[in-house]
Every structure is written in C-alpha cells, then in structure tokens.
T-cell receptor
Framework: DTEVTQTPKHLVMGMTNKKSLKCEQH?????MYWYKQKAKKPPELMFV???????INESVPSRFSPECPNSSLLNLHLHALQPEDSALYLC?????????????FGQGTRLTVV | QKEVEQDPGPLSVPEGAIVSLNCTYS??????FMWYRQYSRKGPELLMY????GNKEDGRFTAQVDKSSKYISLFIRDSQPSDSATYLC???????????FGKGTLLTVNP
C-alpha cells in the first residue's frame, strides 16, 4: 500500500480563521513533507520532518505551523492566511536512508482563502 | 541557470505514439531521479524511480538516466488518452531528502 491520505480534500477559510490540514501514512516512512502547489507550477517544498523532528523549513511564514505528533501523522496549522495562500497543499512521505528516498504524495487539500 | 530544466510543452501526440519527455540538471549532487504524473487537480503519482545511470523499464514506461550528461528521460510507448497529464521530473541528493522539480510537461494524447 503506497497511500498517503490527506484531509480535508477542500477547505475554504476566512483570513481570520484557524484551521488544520491533516496527513496520514502507514508505510512506515520516517520522512514527511509539506509542499504547496499553485496552478500550472511544480510543487514547492515548505517543510520536511525526519524522525518526527523538523529538519527543513523553507523560510515559510509563521502563519503556517507544522506539527508531527507521531511517525504516521503530519499536520499543518493555518492562521491568519492571505488570499495569495490559496493553493493545493500536498503531503508526501518517504523512507529515510540510502536509495530509498522516493516520495509518495497524497491527493492534496485544495485551500481557498477568502 | 535553474537546477532542473524541463520543457513545459504543451506536447500533443496521437494515440499509439511514442512520447519522449526530458529534463536536464546542473547539480552534480543529485543522485535520485523520479518521474511523476499529475492529473488536473490531483496529487502527483510516482511513475518511476531510479538512482543509477542506465534504463529502467516498467510496462509502457522506460526511464533513462545519463549522469555524465546530467540528462534524464521518460519514454511512454503506445501512448493512450489516459496518459494525458502533466509529467514532472524530480531529483534529490545528499542527506536532506529535498525534491527539486522541473516545471512539468503538459502532455495530451489525442484519440
């Protein structure tokens, strides 16, 4: 099973709202990622967790707050977003180790900020 | 110079054609190479993963890596309308597991 599950599939939120995106995988992967994808662009890396610790933050604004409660779950907490933050948010996971770094993506959460 | 270059197309071919998609890269640290297929409004689906120079075949798909030329390719044989999607190359290297993507090539296979 190479499935990464993301919820919700769609989310509309106001600029003063607080919401969370959730991601779950049961492949035993110990690296998990958040990517942001705008229309007709490739995914852009936001955060990487390795062994449940944040290893990469690509200078993402603090209105995005990641959390990795355990090896299977990854959350992205959203607060005071701007309309330009509207995008497809993708979660991915991979193994950690030599030659095992292929990443599997979820179907994404399509976020609209109004 | 961007780290990964990929012609965005669009590319339109008739059903049954052989499709060739390519990426070039400049970072010698890249060791792992992936091709993803992404349908509109969906997440990327991993098609092929390679980490050495040479060819890797999976059904109608063949991935080719030439590290000396810093050039990777994906070939699709007997293309089908269901292959119509955006194809993204991605690569990584070192210890940080960060994927660097090409811009993606939009492919349309016409019945």
């Amino acid at each position: 099973d190479t499935e990464v599950t993301q919820t919700p599939k769609h989310l509309v939120m106001g600029m003063t709202n607080k919401k969370s995106l959730k991601c779950e995988q049961h492949m035993g992967h110990r690296a998990m990622y958040w990517y942001k994808q705008k229309a007709k662009k490739p995914p852009e890396l936001m955060f990487v967790y390795s062994y449940e610790k944040l290893s990469i933050n690509e200078s993402v604004p603090s209105r995005f707050s990641p959390e990795c409660p355990n090896s299977s779950l990854l959350n992205l907490h959203l607060h005071a977003l701007q309309p330009e933050d509207s995008a497809l948010y993708l979660c991915a996971s991979s193994q950690v180790g030599f030659r095992n770094t292929e990443a599997f993506f979820g179907q994404g959460t399509r976020l609209t900020v109004v | 110079q961007k780290e990964v270059e990929q012609d965005p197309g669009p590319l339109s071919v008739p059903e049954g054609a052989i499709v060739s998609l390519n990426c070039t890269y400049s970072n010698s640290a890249f060791q792992y190479f992936m091709w993803y297929r992404q349908y509109s409004r969906k997440g990327p689906e991993l098609l092929m993963y390679t980490y050495s120079s040479g060819n890797k075949e999976d059904g109608r798909f063949t991935a080719q890596v030439d590290k000396s030329s810093k050039y990777i390719s994906l070939f699709i044989r007997d293309s089908q309308p269901s292959d119509s999607a955006t194809y993204l190359c991605a690569m990584s290297g070192g210890s940080n597991y960060k994927l660097t993507f090409g811009k993606g090539t939009l492919l349309t296979v016409n019945p």
